[in-house]
């Protein structure tokens, strides 16, 4: 089993900042894969980046050279920094976790985190 807890979220302009924390319990992160992903009102959950155990990294189109996913091993924590947030970037963000080396799809990860609310103003 693996716990996942986001924090992070919050109100932001567009063009601001933010970085979403992801504290897991349960197993060390640096050998299983990670992810995140975000749900929009009204619209379906969405892959927004992943990490694998030896620091793969992958992005959606998207989002590609705004947000960076990284991890503490010391902390046991994931991590998005996102830059030059947009409004279409609102959503609930959810940190994931897959027993495995890999994952990108949704139907892939086997433990989710509660999420936690990004909002970006014009």
């Known amino acids: 089993q693996v716990q996942l807890v986001e924090s992070g979220g919050g109100l932001v302009q567009a063009g601001g900042s933010l970085r979403l924390s992801c504290a897991a319990s349960?197993?060390?992160?640096?050998?299983?894969?990670m992810g995140w992903f975000r749900q929009a009102p009204g619209k379906e959950r969405e892959f927004v980046a992943a990490?694998?155990?030896?620091?793969?990294?992958d992005y959606a189109d998207a989002v590609k050279g705004r947000f960076t996913i990284s991890r503490d091993d010391a902390k046991n924590t994931l991590y998005l920094q996102m830059n030059n947030l947009k409004p279409e970037d609102t959503a609930d963000y959810y940190c994931?976790?897959?027993?495995?080396?890999?994952?990108?799809?949704?139907?892939?990860?086997?433990?989710w985190g509660q999420g936690t609310q990004v909002t970006v103003s014009s």
């Open positions: 994931a976790a897959r027993d495995g080396l890999w994952a990108i799809r949704s139907s892939d990860f086997e433990f």
């Open positions: 349960g197993r060390t992160i640096s050998t299983i894969a």
């Open positions: 990490l694998s155990w030896s620091a793969r990294e």
